[in-house]
């Protein structure tokens, strides 16, 4: 660990100490200068000839994939032990292969030796080699042979060398603004005859990741291309560090003569659909870990996804026997560095009753036969059982603590919900499910409770629930039970307003394909108004009543209705239209961000059916999405209109609800709910709901509604050093709604500050309705609008709704 700290600090001061050397020797500094624009921009007018000399050859590799955690919080050390996780450990993986690439990116690697450390069925490991050539690095990350770079870098020469057997320069890439992100930090060695890169120590951010890539290379038949790639990530969340290397040596090197690969047609290509259903422990555990791996492999490969070339990648998996044997690994090894292989990880709950522990994306770490104790009252918990030879255990009970899900509301009290859910798997996320869910309120002492059959598949995802239970008036964005009670009981501001329903719901989501999914569902129900039923509170906060169960709402007044029936479906299209997509043997892999995500729905209730009391139709259409505009700033946006018609009997039950929460404190929903949770990103634009009454502005008629925010990296305060040192985000966002039953119009918009203490977000703005700000007060026209939010990074295991 220590020799990590110091490597960049000799590195640093090495550097200056040449620098200082090299400008004795260099009586002009202008000529210098001259000189260095002059070397460097011939390397930038030569790096796409370069990039393609870079293809057509083959050659054989050798990885190694190093990951370990620095530091675990001591409250999770003695849970994570049960499932393979330990700190200073290095879990690691090796991979041997042979390759060759066409002249158009197309690869195809026969690996005949892969192993690993911790117990997990060998795989082969991803051949990283991130292309300085390009304009752009990785995540959009500014390489400094980029047509932009002397925009954004200055250049300074400190010596000359000979390298990959070429004349060479060493020049320092210095950000023109140095806490930038996605943009490199350190030395480049360019050949003086045409430029070529044959030497690169670089440093970059990208987000809360640090990385840092060192290359060497060699020449071959007057082409200079890569010996080693060795890139280190390092990251820290919510009290978790951890750090992962990679190393390849490639060698052996044929140009030329590679026949064309031959891809398969588009529609032989099975997706891998990326969203994925994972425990909260696994998700919340393995965003360092998992982070650092998965990013580093597939965002700074050449031709990641995101660069839209779409490059296909064959994988041969056809083990050397031989390669059983350390002495074998030895004499692959031997004239290369690398780091050293610990053959046995000494994971303390290694067992026959613990599924080996596999440190990828979309491995499960899990925990079978523990001991009764506690702890397996008051938390949730999985138990497994049966043979897990293919990585996952087929029975699962999953228990539901009433302990984690309890909490008050001015119906029913103080209210408790659990369960135990029993899976049964047939593949790792093909699995079927029975789920019941009880509920009980000790102010009414009253029980309640559902029944839920579930099979899921990655492509399907069908069920049937039935029962009596409790439901909000915004099913679509519902505001957090447990926030709402701690609101309830220290403000007496309670903001869930709920009604009763008996039901049976069918529902069913078809995913097409990442571009393309349909859902579906249909509900018989009969739904029960609801009143308060309580006063109860912890402090009497400005001596005030709490409001009625019944919403507030501008458009109709009173929406207190009485019991009725409703037979209601409902049905979705979503569509990405422009995905980026990549190919690794038979599958086809997709960026979710790179396309916005287009939804109609409809939505409506038929009177005629099974003599229900509700009738009415709606349909809306939306689209949202998340970008860049430019490399510190990030724009996203969701906007949505539709209309009721042929309305002829509906409660507010019914209406159209906006997303919305005048809670102070609240937990903050992602702006762009399409995006894979789990991949970084993710984590750190977040978005404000509106600064209303969810209910306030709710219609049955025609509706706009528009949602924008502006993300940056580099503003004001985050500017500052000890903000960046923070990981400090800030942030704009203008909101605008428009219903034309009565012709509101209402308007908002504020600042941010994201990041504080890496989850919580504080935001304030102001508000227009109908032309003139709102008047909290008498003596106010213009009333700032304060929030704390709980940033969405800490809610693991939110699927989204697709």
Same mark, same amino acid.
């Given at each position: 660990m220590l020799k990590d700290f110091i490597r960049p600090l000799i590195l640093f001061l090495?550097?200056?100490?040449?620098?200082?050397?090299?400008?004795?020797?260099?009586?002009?500094?202008?000529?210098?200068?001259? !000189?260095?624009?002059?070397?460097?921009?011939? /390397? =930038?007018?030569?790096?796409?000839?370069?990039? +393609?000399?870079?293809?057509? *050859?083959?050659?054989?590799?050798?990885?190694?994939?190093?990951?370990?955690?620095?530091?675990?919080?001591?409250?999770?050390?003695?849970?994570?032990?049960?499932?393979?996780?330990?700190?200073?450990?290095?879990?690691?993986?090796?991979?041997?292969?042979?390759?060759?690439?066409?002249?158009?990116?197309?690869?195809?690697?026969?690996?005949?030796?892969?192993?690993?450390?911790?117990?997990?069925?060998?795989?082969?490991?991803?051949?990283?080699?991130?292309?300085? !050539?390009?304009?752009?690095?990785?995540?959009? /990350? =500014?390489?400094?042979?980029?047509?932009?770079? +002397?925009?954004?870098?200055? *250049?300074?020469?400190?010596?000359?060398?000979?390298?990959?057997?070429k004349e060479a320069d060493w020049f320092l890439i210095i950000p023109k603004h140095d806490n930038d992100e996605k943009v490199f930090s350190g030395k480049i060695a360019l050949s003086k005859e045409d430029g070529w890169i044959v030497g690169l120590d670089v440093f970059v951010k990208h987000y809360a990741i640090k990385y840092h890539f060192e290359i060497s290379f060699e020449t071959v038949q007057q082409v200079v291309l890569p010996s080693k790639y060795q890139i280190k990530a390092s990251g820290k969340l919510m009290g978790f560090?951890?750090?992962?290397?990679?190393?390849?040596?490639?060698?052996?090197?044929?140009?030329?003569?590679?026949?064309?690969?031959?891809?398969?047609?588009?529609?032989?290509?099975?997706?891998?659909?990326?969203?994925?259903?994972?425990?909260?422990?696994?998700?919340?555990?393995?965003?360092?870990?998992?982070?650092?791996?998965?990013?580093?492999?597939?965002?700074?490969?050449?031709?990641?996804?995101?660069?839209?070339?779409?490059?296909?990648?064959?994988?041969?998996?056809?083990?050397?026997p031989e390669s059983q044997s350390s002495k074998w690994w030895d004499n692959l090894k031997q004239s290369y560095q690398a780091q050293k292989y610990i053959p046995t990880l000494s994971i303390s709950a290694v067992s026959k009753s613990t599924l080996p522990p596999q440190p990828d994306e979309y491995s499960t770490y899990r925990q079978a036969n523990l001991k009764f104790g506690v702890g397996s009252i008051l938390f949730s918990r999985s138990y497994f059982w049966g043979d897990n030879s293919r990585g996952f255990y087929p029975h699962e009970i999953y228990y539901k603590s009433p302990v984690l899900d309890f909490n008050f509301n001015t119906v029913e009290g103080f209210v408790q919900n659990t369960g135990a859910l029993y899976r049964f798997r047939k593949a790792r996320y093909d699995w079927f499910e029975i789920d019941p869910t009880w509920r009980y309120s000790y102010n009414l002492q009253k029980s309640s409770g559902t029944l839920k059959l579930r099979w899921k598949t990655q492509q399907d995802d069908i069920s049937v629930t039935g029962g009596k239970f409790v439901s909000q008036y915004n099913v679509d964005t519902p505001i957090a039970f447990d926030l709402n009670s701690l609101s309830t009981l220290l403000l007496k501001k309670n903001y869930v307003k709920i009604y009763e329903k008996e039901f049976i719901n069918f529902?069913?989501?078809?995913?097409?394909?990442?571009?393309?999914?349909?859902?579906?569902?249909?509900?018989?129900?009969?739904?029960?108004?609801?009143?308060?039923?309580?006063?109860?509170?912890?402090?009497?906060?400005?001596?005030?009543?709490?409001?009625?169960?019944?919403?507030?709402?501008?458009?109709?007044?009173?929406?207190?209705?009485?019991?009725?029936?409703?037979?209601?479906?409902?049905?979705?299209?979503?569509?990405?239209?422009?995905?980026?997509?990549?190919?690794?043997?038979?599958?086809?892999?997709?960026?979710?961000?790179?396309?916005?995500?287009?939804?109609?729905?409809?939505?409506?209730?038929?009177s005629e059916v099974l003599k229900t009391d509700i009738d009415f139709h709606t349909v809306e259409l939306g689209i949202t999405h998340n970008f860049p505009i430019s490399l510190n700033t990030n724009f996203n946006y969701i906007a949505q209109a539709g209309t009721f018609f042929d309305v002829k009997n509906m409660t507010f039950a019914d209406y159209k609800h906006f997303n919305g929460n005048n809670n102070m404190i609240s937990i903050g929903d992602m702006l762009t709910t399409h995006r894979l949770v789990g991949f970084y990103d993710n984590y750190v634009w977040g978005a404000s709901k509106k600064f209303i009454d969810p209910f306030l502005y709710s219609t049955n008629g025609t509706y706009i509604d528009i949602m924008t925010m502006v993300g940056m990296r580099k503003f004001l305060i985050s500017r500052l050093n000890i903000a960046r040192k923070l990981a400090l985000r800030e942030e704009f966002f203008a909101n605008y709604m428009y219903t034309a039953n009565k012709n509101f119009h209402y308007a908002e918009f504020g600042y941010g500050i994201d990041g504080i203490a890496r989850i919580f977000r504080l935001e304030f703005g102001y508000r227009l309705e109908n032309g003139t700000f709102t008047k909290d007060t008498p003596t106010s026209r213009i009333t700032p609008i304060i929030r704390i939010s709980l940033n969405s990074r800490v809610r693991g295991g939110v699927t989204p709704d697709w």
């Amino acid at each position: 660990m220590l020799k990590d700290f110091i490597r960049p600090l000799i590195l640093f001061l090495s550097l200056c100490c040449y620098h200082y050397t090299a400008n004795a020797f260099h009586s002009n500094t202008s000529d210098s200068s001259l !000189y260095t624009i002059q070397a460097v921009k011939k /390397a =930038i007018q030569n790096a796409p000839k370069h990039d +393609l000399q870079q293809a057509n *050859f083959s050659a054989e590799t050798y990885i190694q994939n190093t990951g370990k955690w620095n530091r675990i919080p001591s409250i999770w050390k003695n849970l994570l032990k049960k499932e393979g996780l330990e700190s200073k450990l290095e879990y690691q993986s090796e991979s041997y292969a042979k390759f060759r690439v066409d002249s158009s990116y197309n690869y195809v690697f026969d690996y005949q030796a892969a192993r690993n450390n911790y117990h997990a069925e060998p795989h082969a490991d991803k051949f990283v080699n991130p292309n300085f !050539y390009k304009p752009e690095v990785g995540p959009s /990350a =500014i390489s400094p042979l980029s047509p932009k770079a +002397l925009h954004y870098y200055d *250049f300074k020469w400190i010596g000359s060398d000979v390298l990959a057997g070429k004349e060479a320069d060493w020049f320092l890439i210095i950000p023109k603004h140095d806490n930038d992100e996605k943009v490199f930090s350190g030395k480049i060695a360019l050949s003086k005859e045409d430029g070529w890169i044959v030497g690169l120590d670089v440093f970059v951010k990208h987000y809360a990741i640090k990385y840092h890539f060192e290359i060497s290379f060699e020449t071959v038949q007057q082409v200079v291309l890569p010996s080693k790639y060795q890139i280190k990530a390092s990251g820290k969340l919510m009290g978790f560090e951890g750090e992962y290397q990679y190393i390849s040596h490639v060698w052996n090197y044929k140009l030329g003569q590679i026949a064309p690969i031959i891809r398969p047609q588009e529609h032989q290509f099975r997706e891998i659909y990326n969203i994925q259903e994972r425990n909260f422990e696994v998700q919340q555990f393995k965003q360092v870990m998992g982070t650092l791996g998965s990013n580093l492999e597939n965002t700074w490969s050449d031709a990641n996804i995101r660069s839209g070339l779409r490059r296909y990648d064959k994988i041969n998996l056809d083990i050397l026997p031989e390669s059983q044997s350390s002495k074998w690994w030895d004499n692959l090894k031997q004239s290369y560095q690398a780091q050293k292989y610990i053959p046995t990880l000494s994971i303390s709950a290694v067992s026959k009753s613990t599924l080996p522990p596999q440190p990828d994306e979309y491995s499960t770490y899990r925990q079978a036969n523990l001991k009764f104790g506690v702890g397996s009252i008051l938390f949730s918990r999985s138990y497994f059982w049966g043979d897990n030879s293919r990585g996952f255990y087929p029975h699962e009970i999953y228990y539901k603590s009433p302990v984690l899900d309890f909490n008050f509301n001015t119906v029913e009290g103080f209210v408790q919900n659990t369960g135990a859910l029993y899976r049964f798997r047939k593949a790792r996320y093909d699995w079927f499910e029975i789920d019941p869910t009880w509920r009980y309120s000790y102010n009414l002492q009253k029980s309640s409770g559902t029944l839920k059959l579930r099979w899921k598949t990655q492509q399907d995802d069908i069920s049937v629930t039935g029962g009596k239970f409790v439901s909000q008036y915004n099913v679509d964005t519902p505001i957090a039970f447990d926030l709402n009670s701690l609101s309830t009981l220290l403000l007496k501001k309670n903001y869930v307003k709920i009604y009763e329903k008996e039901f049976i719901n069918f529902n069913l989501v078809e995913r097409i394909s990442n571009t393309l999914a349909i859902r579906g569902s249909a509900e018989w129900a009969r739904r029960f108004p609801l009143e308060n039923t309580t006063d109860y509170y912890w402090i009497n906060f400005q001596n005030t009543p709490y409001l009625p169960n019944n919403p507030e709402n501008k458009e109709i007044g009173n929406t207190e209705f009485k019991t009725n029936t409703a037979f209601s479906v409902s049905f979705q299209v979503n569509y990405r239209p422009t995905l980026k997509k990549q190919y690794r043997n038979n599958i086809r892999m997709v960026d979710l961000s790179s396309s916005p995500l287009i939804m109609f729905k409809y939505r409506g209730a038929f009177s005629e059916v099974l003599k229900t009391d509700i009738d009415f139709h709606t349909v809306e259409l939306g689209i949202t999405h998340n970008f860049p505009i430019s490399l510190n700033t990030n724009f996203n946006y969701i906007a949505q209109a539709g209309t009721f018609f042929d309305v002829k009997n509906m409660t507010f039950a019914d209406y159209k609800h906006f997303n919305g929460n005048n809670n102070m404190i609240s937990i903050g929903d992602m702006l762009t709910t399409h995006r894979l949770v789990g991949f970084y990103d993710n984590y750190v634009w977040g978005a404000s709901k509106k600064f209303i009454d969810p209910f306030l502005y709710s219609t049955n008629g025609t509706y706009i509604d528009i949602m924008t925010m502006v993300g940056m990296r580099k503003f004001l305060i985050s500017r500052l050093n000890i903000a960046r040192k923070l990981a400090l985000r800030e942030e704009f966002f203008a909101n605008y709604m428009y219903t034309a039953n009565k012709n509101f119009h209402y308007a908002e918009f504020g600042y941010g500050i994201d990041g504080i203490a890496r989850i919580f977000r504080l935001e304030f703005g102001y508000r227009l309705e109908n032309g003139t700000f709102t008047k909290d007060t008498p003596t106010s026209r213009i009333t700032p609008i304060i929030r704390i939010s709980l940033n969405s990074r800490v809610r693991g295991g939110v699927t989204p709704d697709w």
